[in-house]
Structures are given as structure tokens and as C-alpha cells.
């Protein structure tokens, strides 16, 4: 069995506790206007142009496939999409277990959304456990019930997306209803998962949601942490490498923007913190 992976991050410091390397998983089921993995969207393998890194050797012919990726010299095609065996691909991730092991981290698998390759993420989280690596799981949650309970016992924490509870909100902001994302948080927190909430604020299209996030933890008794994360359009170079229309909302989050949201979640009795100021 194999798992396709189009990025592999290390010596991360923002997704999650200690020094972490991150795994993206390839394949997503939502659309999140705001992506900034436009590459980890699709289940297949695809080749990015970035035309301003091309020097026009003419090396690759005037294609773009994963041969002439793995040739370009000027690094101008990149392959998103690598297919790796959990032995394997643990093996490589261990290379930092030192740093992991002294500063608290560990891996986590990320994407795209790594659960909807969940034979594989499973595979790979009993080969890190074997090996003593901890593991988080950032999951946008609109995942099979059946992946969750598969993957609990070998994982640590829980990264949990949290864009909208009003279903209109969220299908314009990702293309589908959240009901399967709440349903499946509440499990999560029923289970005694330890669970972080990821608040992506978006002005203009979630910024509204703090007060409906806020009384819906508040009914769950969750008392862990949540972040509320700042809006960036860094990623519009990939969209067009990609040939992938550009959705990146045109519109500027601020740090008081942030502040504000922060400070309602925690008039819910909630640990809400800036994800831009702090970690």
C-alpha cells in the first residue's frame, strides 16, 4: 500500500507543539476559496510551470510532465505528487526524531486533507508510534467517522479547521455543508481527544462566525485551545503555475481583526489566542 504525498515540511514551528515536520497528503474534498494548497486540492499527481523561474533552455521540449519535472535545472516545473510506502516514507520522517524528541515535536500529517487517504495515514502512524514519533492530525474534518476512530489511538492531538457553524456560510466558503465537520468534532471531543480548533478568519466571509463558533464550543464544554488564524493571498503564484482558476478572496484580515474575534471566543469562557501574535 501506498499514500501520495506532494510536500514534506521540516523543522516546522506552526503546526503544532515543538519542532514538527509536516506531511501533505494529496487530495481534498472540500474547496476552500482561500486555499493556500491549491496543490494538494486534486487526488492526482500534477506538474506545476512557474514561468518566471524558466530560463527557456528548451531542455524539457516544450512539456510539462513528471520527466521533465524531475530534469528542469532551473527548478521551474515541480512534480506534486510522490508515492511512498509507510515503511518508507517513516524512515525519512525519523531523520529529525533528535529535534522531536528535545524540543517536544513530532510529525503531522496535513494536506490537502490526509484522512481521505486513511489506510495509509493509519499505516504510517503505527510504523512513527513503533519508532517513538508522535503524531498530530490536521484534518479539515469532513472525513468518514470510520477514519477518525481508525487513526485515535495513534494520534496525539487533533488540529481541528473550524471556518464556519452557519451551513450557508460554510458551503460558500468550501463548497460543502458542515454537518459531517460538527458532527464529527463533537465525537472527537466525546472521545477525550485532545483537540485544537483552527479559526481561519476570512473579512468579508467567516468574520461573522466568532460569535456562533463561540456558543457552539461553549455547548460542547470544550476546553481546549483555539486559534484564530490570519488571512494571507500568498499562494496565488501556485494557482497560476498550476493552470488552476485563482479564488483567493481579494480582501485583508488585520491583526485587529484577529483581536477582535479572539476577544469574543473568550467572552465564551473559551482559550482563544492569536494565531499571527503567538503559539
Known amino acids: 500500500m501506498t ?12 503546526d503544532g ?16 476559496i482561500w486555499c493556500h494548497n491549491p496543490e494538494g486540492i486534486s487526488f492526482q499527481k500534477q506538474v506545476a510551470l512557474f514561468q518566471n523561474k524558466c530560463m527557456g533552455c528548451g531542455s524539457c521540449g516544450g512539456n510539462t510532465d513528471e520527466k521533465t519535472a524531475a530534469s528542469c535545472p532551473a527548478g521551474a516545473q515541480v512534480l506534486y505528487g510522490t508515492d511512498y510506502d509507510a515503511p518508507t516514507l517513516a524512515q525519512i520522517l525519523c531523520r529529525d526524531k533528535p529535534y522531536f524528541d528535545n524540543s517536544g515535536g513530532g510529525v503531522t500529517f496535513s494536506g490537502g486533507e ?4 486513511a489506510d495509509f495515514a493509519v499505516a504510517l502512524a503505527k510504523e512513527l508510534k ?12 469532513y472525513v468518514k467517522r470510520a477514519a477518525l476512530e481508525q487513526i ?25 455543508d458542515n454537518g459531517v465537520i460538527l458532527d464529527n468534532l463533537k465525537f472527537l471531543i ?10 481561519p478568519l ?15 464550543l461553549r455547548r460542547l464544554n470544550f476546553t481546549g485551545k483555539i486559534k484564530v488564524l490570519q488571512y494571507h ?7 497560476s503555475a498550476l493552470g488552476m482558476e485563482n479564488t483567493l478572496p481579494d480582501t485583508t484580515t488585520t491583526l485587529d481583526d484577529i483581536d477582535k474575534a479572539v476577544a469574543i471566543l473568550k467572552g465564551y469562557g473559551l482559550n482563544a489566542i492569536n494565531g499571527a501574535k503567538e503559539d
Open 114 to 117: 490526509c484522512l481521505m487517504q
Open 130 to 141: 513503533k519508532m517513538g514519533v508522535g503524531v498530530y492530525i490536521d484534518t479539515c474534518g
Open 202 to 216: 476570512v473579512v468579508g466571509w467567516n468574520h461573522r462566525e466568532a460569535d456562533p463558533i463561540g456558543a457552539f
Open 233 to 239: 493571498n500568498f499562494a496565488g503564484s501556485k494557482y
Open 17 to 32: 507543539d515543538g519542532i514538527r515536520t509536516t506531511v501533505f497528503f494529496k487530495g481534498c474534498p472540500l474547496k476552500c
Open 152 to 176: 485515535i489511538p495513534y494520534t496525539q492531538k487533533f488540529l481541528y479547521d473550524m471556518k464556519a457553524v452557519n451551513s450557508a456560510v460554510h458551503k460558500a466558503c468550501a463548497g460543502q
Open 3 to 14: 499514500g501520495t504525498i506532494f510536500g514534506i515540511k521540516r523543522m516546522e514551528m506552526h
Open 190 to 199: 466525546d472521545q477525550g481527544c485532545d483537540v485544537e480548533i483552527r479559526y
